[in-house]
């Protein structure tokens, strides 16, 4: 990563400035501009997240910003409300108060004298969320928004829920807000009504588990702030950026089918980070792409970047797998249109001999998994980490069954969604299937590729789930997640079908059987052949970025995942151990620390064993001046409800300020 210090315009930093909103409410931003901003004004561009600009964020802010501002740009981070040094509380994801918020923020710095009047929004993950939700209000002054790791459906294609499905990610992101909404402001900033600020977060402070589990169909509460209910409300120009390794690469085929306005698509192999920083590599000239974009919609220079395809991403080549990959071999390639004109999937039909491309003999296939089936599949949302990513799948195909092909006798290439066809029937009225793509060497060993899940109560809609009818066949499709990947000649194709995906997915409330007629099921597979656009796609530039905040590092983030299966009891957990990077920021005089630890239990036999808990610890110090905050979420279950436990404890110094408990009990629908 190339550092730069020496820009076309020289750049100043205003570490806190109030924007005060017409209630009242003050939120707190950090600007980075031109210095000579006033005699020649510039266009902004917001990132709005409530992860704390001055210690939470502030190592990427900088980096990134700074970058913007001395290219012409003010950089502007704000505190979300209840976040930060910013005043109220934080209540809940997307809510429209958030968006409203936004938009006065988006006039605020319209009219102020260092700004040309034209906006950008842009951020990664909730930031790429907002900016979506926010652009959907169209406000006047806002242009253009990058939007990274995103989604445009909060049921269907978040952390919450996948295919009906309920994601064990959920219990895990609840648990860090809920630490992030028990955090103070800092006193240097807010003065003596930092405590008075503090408390009233303490005691507003939100279980969000609670809210989140309880809306278990696609609701209004999750059609609020899903910009797929109505992308035409959508103007200003889109570029969507993820990679394969996120949890959140689905939206930006979607959206570049459905939005009408200025799009452009990119995806590359990454996890869950901006492309200049993001592992597994090739890292991209991001911020430089970046640049090219903002250009032409905020300034109206013509770089040609609209003049390019509409989507890039990156095609994977076949690896050995493994938890962490540094880089992931493949090259660019590129889609004018998405979806594709004139493309026809490969139809693969399933019988007790695998896969082919010939229809064989209807017969029956059992599938009534372990529990435990998923162990070795990783995380939801890897963060580029290591240890995050799909193990050796083999172990998990033998608690499946897979469906192979004959070894290849050519290569074959596919991009976008392939997608399973089953005639299937249970002997519940509520199960799952969890469908897997894999690709299996010569030697046997099994590298993830693509996953599906589906509640099959929600055949038909996730708005309105029906029990099955035991014994029922019933024809279900599986949308496995969207990829671009090569398989070699000489390897087979896999599909392998489970009735559990844990710890990702929450396990049925029954053992359920499964029963799947092969003669028109199917798997469908986006074939894709290689096109000129390929050849003619320039290079990217090599990232760089401004300088960092000077820190000093105390400890690195990382990541221990360990599963212990214990025969004499069935009982299989997950335990996975979260360090946040612990560091002392010197212009402050600031310390921070936090990890966190999960465990996911289940007993074979017996889904009603089953449990998620999360703690965390988070410390903020400067001289004797400490504060410390322990949050606890646990999540068990019934055969009839969700059963939700919680603690939040608050330290200043050693003394305790403040101390809540929750018992929830949430009836569990078709879930």
Not at 136 to 150: E, F, G, V, W
Not at 174 to 198: K, L
Not at 227 to 232: H, M, T, W
Not at 624 to 651: G, H, K, L, N
């Amino acid at each position: 990563m190339r550092t730069i210090t020496e820009f076309p315009r020289r750049v100043k930093t205003i570490p806190t400035e109030w924007i005060t909103l017409s209630d009242g409410t003050r939120l707190a931003a950090t600007i980075w501009l031109p210095e000579d901003a006033v005699e020649n004004p510039v266009p902004a561009i917001l990132e709005f997240l409530p992860y704390r600009r001055r210690d939470g964020t502030v190592l990427r802010d900088r980096q990134m910003h700074a970058y913007f501002a001395g290219h012409g740009y003010a950089g502007v981070r704000v505190d979300m409300r209840g976040s930060g040094d910013s005043d109220g509380v934080l209540e809940d994801e997307y809510l429209p108060q958030e968006q409203a918020d936004a938009i006065e923020v988006i006039a605020w710095l319209a009219t102020q004298p260092w700004c040309s009047g034209s906006v950008g929004m842009m951020g990664i993950s909730w930031g790429g969320f907002n900016s979506l939700q926010v652009a959907s209000h169209r406000p006047p002054a806002l242009k253009a928004i990058i939007t990274a790791c995103s989604t445009d459906d909060r049921y269907a294609d978040d952390c919450h829920f996948m295919g009906g499905c309920l994601l064990n990610n959920s219990i895990a992101w609840a648990s860090t807000m809920f630490a992030f909404g028990a955090q103070p402001p800092d006193p240097e900033v807010v003065g003596e009504r930092w405590r008075d600020m503090w408390i009233e977060r303490l005691e507003n402070n939100p279980l969000m588990a609670a809210s989140w589990i309880s809306h278990q169909h696609r609701d209004n509460y999750w059609k609020q702030g899903s910009v797929c209910e109505d992308y035409s409300s959508i103007t200003a120009a889109v570029y969507a950026v993820g990679g394969w390794a996120d949890g959140y690469s689905n939206a930006i085929p979607r959206m570049l089918a459905g939005l009408p306005g200025p799009k452009k698509g990119l995806i590359g192999p990454w996890a869950h980070a901006y492309p200049h920083a993001a592992y597994p590599g090739p890292r991209i000239g991001f911020l430089q792409e970046a640049l090219r974009w903002w250009d032409h919609w905020l300034k109206g220079i013509d770089t040609g970047i609209m003049d390019e395809p509409m989507l890039r991403a990156w095609m994977q080549e076949s690896v050995r797998p493994a938890t962490t990959y540094p880089e992931r071999p493949g090259r660019w390639v590129a889609e004018s249109a998405w979806p594709p004109r004139d493309r026809e999937p490969s139809m693969l039909h399933l019988s007790c001999s695998g896969l082919s491309g010939d229809w064989q003999p209807d017969a029956k296939v059992i599938v009534a998994s372990s529990l435990s089936t998923g162990v070795t599949f990783g995380e939801w949302c890897p963060y580029g980490l290591a240890g995050e990513l799909p193990a050796d799948q083999r172990p998990d195909d033998g608690r499946s069954v897979c469906f192979d092909t004959q070894p290849l006798v050519e290569r074959i290439e596919i991009f976008g969604a392939p997608v399973v066809t089953l005639d299937i029937s249970s002997d519940k009225p509520v199960a799952m299937v969890a469908a897997r793509l894999e690709d299996v060497a010569p030697d046997g060993s099994s590298t993830h590729v693509s996953y599906g899940l589906l509640n099959l109560t929600h055949r038909h809609s996730h708005e309105h789930p029906e029990p099955l009818e035991p014994g029922k066949t019933y024809r279900v499709k599986i949308v496995l997640n969207d990829i671009a990947q090569a398989f070699p000649n000489g390897h087979r194709i896999r599909l392998a079908l489970a009735t559990s995906h844990w710890p990702i997915a929450w396990p049925s409330p029954e053992l359920a059987t499964l029963t799947v007629s092969t003669g028109e099921s199917t798997l469908s597979l986006p074939v894709r052949m290689p096109s000129p656009l390929d050849e003619a796609l320039a290079p990217f530039a090599e990232p760089e970025q401004a300088e960092v905040e000077p820190h000093v590092i105390a400890k690195l983030a990382g990541r221990n995942r360990t599963i212990t299966e214990d025969p004499m009891t069935g009982e299989t957990v997950v335990t996975v151990h979260r360090e946040r990077s612990s560091y002392h920021l010197p212009a402050i005089d600031l310390a921070f620390e936090a990890q966190a630890e999960e465990h996911y239990r289940i007993r074979e036999g017996d889904p009603s064993a089953t449990s998620a808990d999360a703690k965390a610890v988070w410390q903020l110090s400067r001289g004797e001046w400490r504060v410390r905050t322990e949050t606890y979420t646990r999540v068990s279950c019934t055969p009839q409800t969700f059963e939700i436990t919680a603690a939040m404890d608050a330290f200043e110094g050693d003394v305790r300020v403040a101390s809540r408990n929750w018992q929830r009990s949430i009836p569990r629908l078709l879930v």
